[in-house]
């Protein structure tokens, strides 16, 4: 029986850096892009002959910009993933977008030629000073028209992303880019708040003291906010950080969530297959140097103890609005959750942070404001 996984592809490239992004990625100027493409192509190739007892479920193609591509190179490397994936019994296949990139038709026509059926687009907001101040070098306007180009060229599954705690923004603010993305009425929107992250612009700004950022108390109002309004419009939160309408949720990161299986393929990608995470070399020349002989680029691999996998399973799955389902639980791992965590359930269903029904545990809407406090109290000692 085959197993199950999805494939993650990453394109390291961009043709600006934002202020708040600590990805693997560089300034496309200058880059060995075909040489790189041609190398992640033969990577699929060798990975896939190491394991063939894969069924591929899922593709998303991340970075990066995967759109900071030509049209001819984005064709290059679909053409070739069509001869090494079986794409056409994908059920769900992703590509990130920057809004800049779907403002002609060239890109979007690649990626309809070659059975992508979603789209991931990076919005962050719909107020140009915001997005200024962030880095991005889109502006409201061509984001919005981002979206409905793609909508002419037959896109119906689309999601964009919106941050939120950015510099300059305010509640108010945020309500005005959240009201705008739900104008545009796609079936998948993601909302998260800024994370400061070491080796970004903003970090460094923020160890200067330069870095004014809205406090925590407006953080929550923001998140309820975006709660409240997706779901006034029937677009149903299934994650901490995800909205959909019915039968739009992320299927790719559905099986992250799951602690389900999956290839990581590029510079500096993570993968998960037969219990063993593995990352590849981030910097490019030291990826594409096994790959010239051959071998498969990476850098380093874990076996993930029982005990980990179980630690996974909680974090992953207390994200999702459904939990973590208990039958699935002791089916992959033999136990009950409550026979692991005699205690610490219990405690933290007193405190108003979990909850369960006969299905599963799951996060109450107040435990989703501390999710990381109480994905915290199911680490194994």
């Known amino acids: 029986m085959k197993q199950s996984v999805g494939v993650y592809i990453h394109i390291p490239f961009c043709e600006h850096i934002c ?19 041609t190398a992640l192509l033969k990577e699929i190739k060798l990975s896939r002959q190491q394991h063939p007892d894969t069924e591929i479920k899922t593709i998303y193609i991340g970075g990066g910009t995967p759109t900071a591509l030509s049209a001819t190179q984005l064709a290059y490397l679909l053409n070739g993933l069509q001869e090494l994936l079986p794409i056409e019994q994908v059920a769900e296949f992703t590509v990130e977008a920057n809004p800049n990139d779907l403002l002609t038709g060239d890109k979007l026509q690649v990626l309809r030629e070659n059975r992508v059926n979603r789209l991931s687009i990076g919005v962050q907001s719909f107020n140009d000073d915001v997005l200024k101040k962030i880095g991005r070098t889109h502006t409201a306007a061509q984001a919005i028209q981002a979206v409905q180009n793609a909508q002419a060229a037959g896109f119906d599954n689309l999601s964009i992303d919106l941050i939120y705690r950015l510099p300059g923004q305010d509640l108010v603010d945020f309500g005005r880019s959240l009201q705008q993305a739900l104008a545009l009425d796609i079936p998948h929107y993601a909302t998260y708040s800024l994370i400061l992250e070491q080796k970004t612009v903003f970090y460094n700004l923020m160890r200067r003291g330069k870095l004014q950022l809205p406090s925590q108390d407006m953080e929550a109002d923001m998140y309820q906010l975006a709660m409240d309004e997706f779901a006034k419009q029937g677009v149903a939160q299934y994650e901490i950080s995800n909205f959909a309408k019915p039968g739009y949720q992320s299927q790719h ?21 037969n219990d063993t995470r593995y990352q590849n070399f981030g910097p490019i020349k030291q990826y594409l140097a ?32 459904a939990g973590v389902a208990k039958t699935t639980f002791k089916q992959r791992f033999g136990t009950d959750l409550l026979t692991v965590y005699p205690t610490i359930i ?22 989703r404001f501390v999710g990381n406090d109480v994905f915290a109290e199911f680490m194994l000692v």
Request: aromatic share 14%; hydrophobic share 35%; with cysteine.
């Open 19 to 37: 202020y708040y992004c600590n990805f693997n990625k560089v300034f496309i100027q200058g880059q060995p892009v075909d040489d790189y493409l």
């Open 253 to 273: 990161n559905l099986m992250y969530w799951h602690n389900q299986h999956y290839f990581g393929f590029g510079a500096g990608a993570s993968g998960y297959l």
């Open 290 to 321: 096994p790959l010239a002989k051959n071998q498969l680029p990476i850098l380093m691999s874990e076996n993930i103890t029982r005990n980990q996998q179980i630690e996974e399973q909680l974090f992953l799955g207390l994200r999702l609005n």
């Open 346 to 367: 219990p405690k933290l269903i007193r405190q108003g942070l979990l909850a369960e029904n006969s299905r599963s545990y799951y996060l109450t809407e107040r435990g």
